[in-house]
Structures are given as C-alpha cells and as structure tokens.
C-alpha cells in the first residue's frame, strides 16, 4: 500500500523561505517520480514542479527562480524549497507520485497524492 506524507509546511512571513518534503513508502525495489502541486482557497489545483529519476526536472512559469525541486532517488523522497515568500503563496501543497517502476521493469502510472501540508505567508 503506497502512502505519502508530507511535511515542513507552516506560518512563515513573507520574503521567508521554507522547505518541504515528501516521503514515499514504496517497495525497496521500486523507484518514484514525484511532483508537487498547490491549491489556494478557492482556486484550483496548480502544478509547481516535477523531478524524475532520468534527472529530468520541469517548473511551472511562476515556479521558476524561487522554487527548487529536488528528488532523493535513493528513498523517494521529494522536496519543495519556496524562496522568497510571498502572500500568494498561501496554499496546501501536495505531492504526488507520477509514476513507479519497480524491479527494473517497465513505469507504471501511479496518480497517488498525499494528504497536503498546509504553507500560509502572513
């Protein structure tokens, strides 16, 4: 059973900068390409950025130059660095895992998304 949890989130003025993670109980064998998304009080659910385990790494315009993606292949681990805070930047965040590939074998959709950990910039 794959879960996500994520952390890090928190109350953080602006022009602060905050890093969260995202951690993915997958097999010891299976690898996990991961992104991370946000949704603001009554906005949609926007993408930010993914990594995956070629090294590829993609941002959303408004995400690039103050946030940075990084992906521990090892442990699946995903993490979020938010630089530069600003207001607009009040949303829950989620991660989620794009795909696995387990044993070697071919990458499987996954679509799997964690709880959320909730960033507010006063």
């Known amino acids: 059973h794959v879960q996500l949890v994520e952390s890090g989130g928190g109350s953080v003025p602006a022009g602060g900068s905050l890093t969260l993670s995202c951690a993915a109980s997958?097999?010891?064998?299976?690898?996990?390409?991961m992104s991370w998304y946000r949704q603001a009080p009554g906005k949609a659910r926007e993408f930010i950025a993914d990594a995956d385990h070629d090294g590829d790494i993609n941002y959303a315009e408004f995400a690039k130059g103050r946030f940075t993606i990084s992906l521990d292949k090892r442990r699946n681990i995903a993490s979020l660095r938010i630089a530069s805070l600003k207001r607009e930047d009040t949303a829950m965040y989620y991660c989620?895992?794009?795909?696995?590939?387990?044993?070697?074998?071919?990458?499987?959709?996954?679509?799997?998304w964690g709880l959320g950990t909730q960033v507010t910039v006063s």
């Open positions: 997958v097999d010891s064998a299976c690898d996990a390409d």
């Open positions: 989620r895992i794009d795909r696995t590939r387990c044993g070697g074998g071919n990458w499987q959709f996954s679509g799997r």
